[in-house]
């Protein structure tokens, strides 16, 4: 998994989705990639961009003659939209005109310019319970209820969507918190068997291992049940059920907010399971999927806390920095799908400068919930991510959290690896790990514990 993970990083993207491609012949993968080109094709036409109007992206191997920036001192000068400043260019006095006012500002430009917005009418999730079982992780007692969430197809009826969720709690315990990640639940290399696929070093538990010693739960649901990680299955899915099999409109919504859709639906379903406490759930992901988790937390109140994972561009680093992956990146047929169509504008007739937001004012919208951003080491996990470049949004949320009298970083200096900025409501740590949550799980649990509280070992 992490192998497959760190492959994908390297050799930059083509269209290609985990669970989706494995496994497919190359005639399959073939064919998929071609209804993708015609997707992504399609899309360039209705935003009125020939395929010479749109910038290429530099390339994610470093030996390559186009590869992507990785020196700081050729990161470009830029300047950061302000969250705290209207559009009429008022200044927001206090978290009161942040939450009334500005925020919806910030979250409309998300929503028209980058994510795409949520169909009027979305049909209802019925979740049903597959299997409950009294099991192990690890050698602790847990429950464990495999779920699936049957969307209602009835104004399509010959395209169907089940969501696949796992919900493992300590056993005989009351309701207890839960960590969400959107991932695996059976590793794609190995279906059997459901064993949890430990992202940590073999010298320390699994993260699963971790949340339950700690009388936590977790859960995993599984994005592509959700919506296809490609642009071939735009016309299945949720987005593809929502437009009746036809293909999207510019502003339609993304696989990104389209799997954060499917985390608050798993919410919804958590708020009547007598093992969870809803009040307390946090979202955690890595790469895409941690791109997909601060999404889900910046669209969704009911997340508690968040574990965002290497989320790189497109997620919590700033899209207008010049180092590692670039917005022209996020715009070819490899990406586009997480996006809405109208996103690839910025790789042609903008610039990631003309943005009205920038990756700062994502985080800002989780304000005041604490959030924690991850990251690896360039030596292993490399440069495309942008470690510093989620540092510099993770510090430039600061302004927002502040005016709820929460905690920054604390610096805006970027630390020394390993360094865990934890103090506050936003926290950072870049791990000496390649590209996993892995080595970040124990000081997000203990950073996690300041508020949840109750931790069995307190
Ligand atoms: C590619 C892509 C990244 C993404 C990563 C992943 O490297 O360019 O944006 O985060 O795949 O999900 O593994």
């Given amino acids: 998994m992490m192998k497959f993970l760190t492959c994908l990083l390297m050799t930059g993207c083509v269209a290609f989705s985990a669970s989706a491609q494995f496994g497919l012949t190359p005639a399959q993968r073939d064919s998929l990639n071609k209804l993708t080109a015609a997707d992504h094709a399609d899309m360039l036409q209705q935003l009125g961009i020939t395929a010479g109007q749109l910038r290429k992206g530099p390339s994610g191997n470093p030996k390559d003659p186009n590869a992507a920036n990785s020196s700081e001192a050729k990161v470009n000068q830029y300047n950061l939209p302000d969250p705290l400043t209207f559009k009429n260019g008022q200044k927001v006095k206090n978290a009161r005109e942040w939450t009334e006012k500005r925020r919806p500002e910030i979250a409309a430009d998300f929503e028209t310019e980058i994510y795409g917005k949520l169909p009027a009418q979305i049909p209802a999730v019925n979740w049903q319970i597959v299997s409950d079982k009294d099991t192990l992780v690890g050698n602790q007692a847990i429950r464990q209820k495999i779920l699936k969430g049957i ?9 169907k969507v089940e969501i696949s969720l796992l919900l493992t709690t300590p056993a005989s315990a009351p309701a207890v918190p839960v960590v969400l990640e959107f991932g695996f639940i059976r590793s794609p290399f190995n279906p059997g068997p459901i064993k949890p696929i430990g992202l940590g070093s073999a010298a320390e538990p699994t993260w699963q291992e971790q949340l339950i010693s700690r009388g936590w739960g977790y859960a995993i649901i599984e994005p592509a049940s959700i919506q296809a990680d490609n642009g071939a299955g735009l016309t299945a899915g949720i987005i593809g059920l929502v437009n009746k099999g036809r293909r999207r409109k510019p502003t339609d919504w993304g696989a ?45 109140p009911r997340i508690s806390l968040g574990f965002i994972g290497s989320s790189g561009a497109g997620g919590a680093k700033i899209l207008r920095r010049i180092f590692g992956e670039q917005v022209e990146n996020l715009a070819s047929s490899g990406e586009y799908h997480w996006f809405s169509g109208k996103f690839i504008q910025y790789a042609s007739k903008n610039t990631p400068d003309d943005l009205p937001v920038d990756a700062h004012e994502l985080i800002a919208l989780c304000a005041p919930r604490p959030v924690f951003i991850s990251a690896g080491s360039p030596q292993v996990e490399g440069h495309w991510i942008d470690a510093r470049g989620m540092f510099e949004a993770a510090a430039h949320a600061d302004a927002v959290y502040k005016l709820f009298g929460k905690k920054d970083l604390g610096t805006m200096q970027f630390p020394k ?18 590209h996993s949550t892995g080595p970040n799980w124990s000081t997000w649990i203990a950073w996690a514990c300041r508020y949840w509280g109750d931790c069995k070992y307190d």
């Fill in 151 to 159: 969307v209602d197809n009835a104004a399509f009826p010959s395209m």
């Fill in 256 to 300: 990104l907010r389209a799997w954060a859709w499917g985390a608050s639906r798993a919410i919804d379903y958590f708020e009547k399971d007598k093992n969870v406490d809803a009040k307390r759930i946090a979202i955690e992901g890595l790469s895409r999927y941690g791109k997909a988790a601060i999404v889900a937390m910046a669209f969704e």
């Fill in 417 to 434: 690896l390993g360094t865990p900025l934890v103090d506050g409501e936003i926290a950072f740590r870049q791990h000496a790990g390649g």
